[in-house]
């Protein structure tokens, strides 16, 4: 997958996540820092000295599809399909 198509990925995930609805504010919160992590990789992906914060990233899109498996079924894929991404590309 290119770079290009990396952040389209990231982008789709970004919108979908902040339009999420039917959770509570604690989940609202933590899908607002998910999406602002994801806006900060997206706009510093050419920065090398992101890779640390990218797996952990990684990390935080794992514990998301663990929240969302049976509340938000579809959102949790779609985590699912970024992380396998991000995986493939070592980041």
């Not at 989940?27 to 820092?33: F, N, Q």
């Amino acid at each position: 997958m290119s770079q290009p198509d990396l952040h389209e990925l990231l982008a789709g995930l970004h919108d979908e996540l902040l339009a999420t609805r039917s959770v509570d504010r604690r989940t609202r919160d933590e899908l607002r820092h998910l999406a602002d992590d994801i806006r900060s990789v997206l706009d510093e992906a050419s920065d090398p000295e992101t890779a640390a914060r990218d797996r952990g990233l990684r990390e935080r899109l794992r514990s998301a599809v663990t929240a969302f498996e049976a509340s938000h079924p579809r959102l949790a894929r779609r985590i699912e399909g970024v992380i396998d991404t991000l995986a493939m590309l070592n980041l």
